[in-house]
């Protein structure tokens, strides 16, 4: 026997002696002739080591609120399963290519190492690693728990110091755990190749099953990528397919030749093609049925503290975690939504139609639709925000909601005292007395004596609260604000939940009132439905609870206050409702039942909105351009089919809010509007309509061609940045 043979020999000796492994550093000596041993197991201190096991990364799962699947979130695709939801041929091919003494040895096979010693030896460094399964799960533990490139080359570097630590290790999940249970870790950690971490999401990306239901081929055909994954991913081309092919074979003959099979049953799967599938990966808000409301949830948690400290670790809890995230998606609420903007939008049409819809009284957000696809294929039209929310929420800019504003100016006077009698003569134009009328909430003087505001909608005249809001009268509520106040209207948009789309302050101008300030259908939606909830305004809401991979369950509750007196709110309501019965909706009509709602139409057409609400559920629809909506007026334009000369809240929107609200509300019963204070608001208290009537029309104030830096002007840009000092 030659002199290397004997040393082995001698090293197995001890190593069998000592009742341990003993770990032979090779080392060329100088000269290239002779090699020099560590061989004394206390020299390389083999003790077992307890090992820090983070759980490995899973696939978060996002649900609607009746479990059905909206979304994926996952850094690496892998859905960890237990030991009895893996195929019993399974468990034997991997066993049987990759350890076969599994259930025989201990942390560490003696025979396997001297194998890979020899081979070493005869190659003069480490060519074979020896591993057993329990230590082919350490390495998967320490290079999946590396935060850094130099952790990850670590725990795959080829090396004799990364080999003894990983022995010390394995001895340690010998002591802790049971054969089946480190069997199902490594199963649930290893690396398949097509993107599949873990035999469960191999077992689905390569043949569309569950791991517990694959076929002897199937199995064998895993059990053979894990060696080289990416020299073997079916995915990559036909050489790896060929590869992969050839490796499953080996693994059918190794498991004939160990009494696992017999030859027949080798010989007929091996007969059988590869039958690679590559079901395709779930994926994140890009492939999901409805990515508004997916894209929402996303920003919520990587936004929110409440779902950790900071963006890191929010990031890892969502990519990471295992979690099944349950959502306040109403999925026939959605369907309603999706429905009702095809049937009056197309997803070529350059304006986009966007539409949230939210529960009064809890804030959850039940839908989330939109007429663009959302993506990044401009070709296909693609959009690739957020348009239905702000920017916190992915979203982007959002367009002005005009008319949809004046209900705040409504409800502050009716929080001043003021009766639904009361009016005001409305002329044709209005102008602000002196710079000095209006007051921002920081006291500082805006009112340009400058500049008229004209009316789109309705005619001059007397005009009560009522009537003056069902036709949307402008003048009527430049003259309403005016006496009320603009910091006293923009607090009761605050405390509705009214925040600018792009997250900037409020611009307190006069033209508050007529919906200047950029918003977003989920905002607008969420702060009619606190009229619709009687005044009690609910933050919007759409993660109900948080599930995570062991099972322990978080509920998140809603964010409420009173914002408004009850009865203020019911009697907003009442004169709401009359939008559809005698203002701007008469002519599309409105349900079977109580609802109320305000039209939104910017100046010059730049954008149109309908809002409204029943006690049930309420919805904001917005339409505008995402190239620009100053630039890009919806005035001589075709949208889903149909030219339109300038569109308006009751064109489109208005008739979207209706249909959604139609279907969405099928089988819900009835709710009724409480009836208003008639003792507090009916009748007049500030001013009844004069004996002389209303101006004549020869007397209303002349319109006036608007500077570029009014407000009002078509030249005016969407998202005018002012001084912080003129802001809130």
């Excluded at 290893?190 to 099953?209: D, H, L, N, T």
């Amino acid at each position: 026997m030659s002199r290397r043979g004997t040393n082995i020999m001698r090293l197995a000796a001890a190593g069998a002696a000592a009742g341990l492994v003993v770990a032979a550093i090779a080392v060329p000596a100088v000269g290239g002739a002779g090699l020099g041993f560590v061989t004394a197991a206390g020299e390389v201190n083999l003790k077992p080591l307890d090992l820090a096991e983070p759980p490995p990364a899973e696939v978060t799962i996002v649900r609607d609120a009746k479990g059905g699947e909206l979304a994926r979130f996952y850094e690496e695709y892998r859905e960890v399963v237990g030991f009895d939801e893996i195929s019993e041929t399974m468990k034997t091919a991997i066993v049987a290519i990759e350890d076969f003494r599994f259930y025989e040895h201990g942390a560490i096979d003696i025979e396997g190492t001297l194998r890979a010693l020899a081979t070493n030896l005869q190659s003069g460094r480490v060519s074979q690693g020896g591993s057993s399964i329990t230590q082919q799960y350490v390495k998967q533990v320490l290079l999946n728990s590396a935060d850094t490139q130099a952790e990850r080359n670590a725990a795959v570097e080829a090396s004799y110091a990364r080999k003894l630590n990983e022995l010390r290790y394995a001895m340690g999940i010998e002591e802790k755990y049971t054969k089946d249970e480190i069997l199902a870790k490594y199963l649930n950690i290893a690396y398949f190749g097509a993107s599949a971490y873990g035999v469960e999401a191999a077992a689905r990306r390569f043949f569309g099953v569950s791991a517990a239901d694959l076929t002897l081929p199937q199995a064998a055909t895993l059990a053979g990528a894990v060696q080289d994954p990416n020299a073997t991913d079916p995915n990559l081309g036909k050489q790896q397919r060929r590869r992969l092919l050839d490796r499953r074979d080996v693994v059918l003959d190794r498991m004939a030749e160990l009494g696992k099979i017999t030859a027949a049953e080798a010989a007929e799967a091996k007969a059988t093609k590869l039958g690679y599938k590559g079901t395709r990966i779930p994926g994140g808000c890009e492939s999901s049925k409805h990515p508004y409301f997916c894209l929402y949830v996303r920003h919520e948690i990587l936004g929110n503290p409440d779902f950790g400290r900071t963006a890191e670790a929010r990031l890892a809890m969502l990519n990471r975690g295992g979690l099944t995230i349950t959502t306040s998606l109403d999925p026939a609420m959605q369907a309603a939504a999706d429905r009702a903007i095809k049937r009056y939008v197309h997803p070529s049409d350059a304006p986009v139609a966007a539409q949230a819809l939210v529960e009064p009284g809890t804030g959850e957000i039940k839908a989330m639709a939109a007429s663009r696809r959302y993506g990044t294929n401009a070709a296909r039209n693609e959009i690739s925000y957020n348009v239905v929310a702000n920017t916190e929420h992915g979203g982007g800019i959002g367009f002005q909601p005009g008319s949809t504003f004046k209900t705040f100016t409504l409800i502050t006077a009716l929080r001043q005292g003021m009766k639904l009698g009361d009016g005001i003569a409305a002329g044709a134009g209005y102008r602000a007395p002196a710079y000095s009328t209006f007051k921002t909430c920081k006291g500082q003087n805006v009112g340009d004596p400058t500049h008229t505001v004209t009316n789109d909608e309705g005619s001059p005249g007397w005009k009560t609260l009522r009537t003056g809001t069902w036709d949307s009268v402008n003048t009527f509520f430049m003259e309403l604000e005016e006496r009320v106040g603009l910091c006293e209207t923009v607090q009761t948009a605050k405390s509705l939940g009214i925040r600018r789309a792009d997250g900037k302050k409020l611009q307190e101008y006069e033209t508050f009132t007529l919906g200047i300030n950029e918003s977003d259908p989920v905002t607008v939606a969420t702060a009619y439905a606190a009229i619709a909830a009687r005044g009690r305004y609910c933050a919007p809401l759409a993660i109900t609870r948080i599930t995570d991979r062991d099972g322990r369950t978080t509920r998140y509750r809603q964010k409420c206050h009173q914002s408004l007196d009850p009865a203020i709110a019911d009697a907003t309501a009442e004169v709401l409702s009359g939008v559809f019965t005698e203002g701007t909706m008469s002519g599309v009509g409105g349900l079977d039942r109580d609802a109320a709602g305000k039209t939104g139409t910017t100046d010059d057409y730049a954008s149109a909105w309908f809002a409204g609400f029943t006690p049930d559920l309420a919805s904001a629809v917005s339409l505008g351009d995402p190239r620009g909506s100053q630039q890009h007026k919806l005035t001589g334009v075709t949208i889903g089919g149909r030219y339109y000369g300038a569109v308006q809240g009751a064109s489109i929107p208005g008739p979207i809010w209706r249909d959604t609200m139609a279907s969405a509300l099928r089988g819900v019963p009835a709710t009724p509007f409480t009836a208003i204070d008639e003792g507090r608001f009916e009748g007049c208290s500030v001013s009844c309509r004069p004996a002389e009537g209303p101006p004549k029309e020869d007397e209303a104030t002349p319109e006036v061609t608007l500077s570029p830096e009014s407000p009002e002007s078509p030249d005016y840009p969407e998202s005018p940045q002012f001084p912080e000092d003129i802001l809130e």
